[in-house]
């Protein structure tokens, strides 16, 4: 989902510098009067790029977000693109950059950065942090020419949301979320009520598109569903549910479970950002779009919290019956 927030031509104007520009190491971008803005530029001081990191940091600070655009190879794409959100900032700060940190990207020219990082540290952004993050994801060797355009093909495809099983739905005008063609297409079985029960999503941290979970399960029962659901990632969980109660009609619904497991480490800060702001898009779209009349919605942490009480109640709520109102006897009588 996107924020509706777009670049400034300041913004474009500095970025253009710093691509044309070798004696330039970084671009520092905030959101300020709902815009990207350029805060600062910083000067390569030396070819060493851990070098010129200590340039940064005087403007990392604990509790607020920044956006920092950097020069870290030799070779096109020459830049990296970290989001910056320590976990001490306010939970609007930290919603607003997670949610503009791709607008970001593809307004600047997605072709431009070898890759994006989302950092909660600044130690994270230190040599010594930048060390384990190559060391963790295995950075490929530099691309050739070929490999270059080839990927900068697929990477347009993708953001046209063809060719690649993506499509981009128009939520509003300010609000547009990549949704992968698996997922429509369950969703949409789901709404026509055919032979699906069960349709798990989760948002691909690759890409930030929201894609089906393969499950084989046809759970019949509250129980069954909640244990096809993972108790380590959030999802988003749509089931057609059968409800009885004693002395109620039966009825089928279509209910919607948001799970977001509290897990440690980053990924799972940047989830627990991430995941909200696309909840009410996710619902949007499965209504708008693949004709699911959600009747009910529940949202928990762990799966364990959703009980076939808590639904039935949700249900079946229980009517409370008043007594007639009954004027006091006289004394004596």
Known sequence: MQSGISASEELVS???????????????????????????????????????????????????PLY????????????????????????RQK????????????????EHFRETIFATTTDELSPAG????????????????EERTLGEVKRAEAEAG????????????TMNMPVKNDA?????ELGRGGGRALVMLKINSQDEAVELVPDTSKPT????AVLAISTSEPRFTFFRYRSSRTGAEDKEVLLFFYTNPATPGTKAVKNRMIYPLQKRAVLSMAEKECGCAVEKKFEVEDPSE??????????????????AFRRPKRPGR
């Open 14 to 64: 500095q970025f253009n510098k710093l691509l044309s520009d070798d004696s330039q190491f970084g671009l520092l971008v905030t959101i300020s009067s709902e815009a990207l803005r350029p805060l600062a530029s910083l000067p390569r001081s030396s070819p060493n790029f851990d070098t010129n990191l200590e340039l940064l940091k005087r403007y990392l600070k604990p509790d607020e």
């Open 68 to 91: 920092v655009l950097l020069r870290r190879h030799n070779n096109a794409p020459f830049l990296i693109a970290v989001t910056y959100v320590p976990d001490t900032a306010k939970v």
């Open 95 to 110: 919603m607003l950059f997670a949610a503009t940190r791709l607008t970001l990207v593809r307004e600047l020219g997605s």
């Open 130 to 145: 930048f060390a384990r993050h190559d060391k963790h994801t295995d950075l490929d060797a530099p691309l050739t020419e």
């Open 162 to 173: 063809t060719g690649t099983g993506v499509r981009e739905i128009h939520l509003s005008s």
């Open 184 to 188: 429509l297409n369950a969703l949409s």
């Open 221 to 224: 029962s509250i129980a069954e």
């Open 306 to 323: 959703i009980t076939e009480e808590l639904v039935l109640e949700e249900l079946f709520p229980k009517v409370e019956t008043k007594a």
